[in-house]
């Protein structure tokens, strides 16, 4: 939103342990998980983390096992029903992990959280089975307690009888807002090649990275295909010595990874406390677009103006310091003699 015309590529990645073709596979739904949450893309999401692949020599890409939880382990499901038990206050703290999922099954369907509304309202979902096992249903309320978070993160609400209620369908003018370097190529999926660490098994190898390019400066991705998908230790399996060493040759030259690579690197960092996300609305609650909105620092004047998008909303970064928003809508047919709003924020760090 900050940079609109960045134009982005998501890389999976994993660390050493298990073999290549395995790491291929793994570091493409990793870089996946990130992309559908990107994209608001449910059904998608869900599925490529219930996916299961097989070792080396299994002839499917990826076959399905219903109810299926793919790759997830007992201590996934036990963070995730940690958070949400801080978050909601829901008795889903797991000793006994059934019981702990049947609970939280239970409160996903029934639980009231803001507005006397339940997570499953807000977002317009199905009732799932209360039965303590993680399933497909599970994994999407699992999704939905993710995008309610989001919309909280970003300070996306709706008014509904006088009650703030997450509004994740405005999520969608983020989405809409995203630039990919390729329609066709969102994701590589590097596996253990690009490695930052040598070790067997690193937390810090196991990632997915966010990369942001210049519309000017895209990356070549077809120069040498088999780096960007992962399959380096493949060519060096069925490869010729010297064919090998022109194998690693290359890797080195990617200009993602490479040493020392074509781009300069920089790490961006991404704190929603420092963004001010201002909200016009209406006296009956409906968001108010076009709006002229200034962003003045205290001993500053005005450092920021702009207008609220066609969701009515206006997002600015701004570093540490006391800020006034001022919103002017004395010319605003629906708010008749209404002059303004001035609201007083502080960013700390």
Avoid at 25 to 43: C, F, H, M, P, T
Avoid at 176 to 193: M, P, Q, Y
Avoid at 287 to 298: F, L, Q, W, Y
């Amino acid at each position: 939103m900050q940079n609109p015309s960045k134009l982005m590529l998501l890389a999976g990645h994993t660390d050493m342990s298990g073999d290549a073709k395995y790491n291929v596979w793994l570091s493409e739904k990793r870089a996946e998980n990130v992309l559908y949450i990107l994209l608001g893309e449910r059904d998608k999401w869900v599925e490529s983390v219930c996916s299961e692949r097989g070792r080396e020599g299994t002839p499917a890409y990826a076959t399905q096992k219903p109810p299926g939880d793919g790759k997830s382990k007992v201590k996934d499901y036990r963070m995730i029903l940690k958070w949400v038990a801080g978050k909601f206050g829901w008795p889903c703290d797991p000793d006994l992990t059934k019981k702990a999922v049947e609970t939280f099954q239970k409160d996903y369907n029934n639980e009231k959280y803001v507005g006397n509304k339940s997570i499953r309202e807000i977002v317009g979902g199905s009732s799932i089975v209360e039965e303590g096992i993680i399933n497909r249903e599970t994994w999407g309320a699992f999704w939905d307690i993710y995008m309610v978070e989001l919309a909280e993160l970003l300070g996306l609400y709706k008014v509904i009888n006088s009650s703030q209620i997450p509004d994740t369908s405005r999520l969608k003018t983020y989405r809409d807002a995203l630039k990919f370097i390729a329609e066709d190529r969102k994701i590589v999926n590097c596996g253990e090649i690009h490695h930052k660490t040598r070790l067997h098994k690193s937390l810090t190898d196991r990632r997915v990275e966010i990369l942001f390019f210049d519309p000017k400066e895209k990356p070549k991705l077809d120069f040498y295909p088999y780096c960007h998908e992962g399959l380096i230790f493949d060519v060096e399996k069925r490869a010729k010595p010297s064919e090998r060493k022109k194998a690693y040759k290359k890797r080195d030259e990617c200009e993602l990874f490479g040493n020392p690579g074509i781009y300069d690197t920089t790490r961006v960092t991404c704190d929603l406390d420092n963004m001010l996300i201002i909200e016009v609305l209406d006296y009956k609650g409906n968001h108010m677009s076009d709006i002229p909105v200034n962003i003045d620092e205290v001993g500053r004047g005005t450092v920021e103006t702009g207008k609220t998008d066609t969701s009515g909303v206006l997002i600015r970064k701004v570093t540490e310091g006391n800020f006034r928003v001022y919103v002017d809508t004395q010319n605003r047919r629906e708010l008749e003699g209404f002059r303004g709003v001035e609201e007083k924020v502080e960013i700390k760090k």
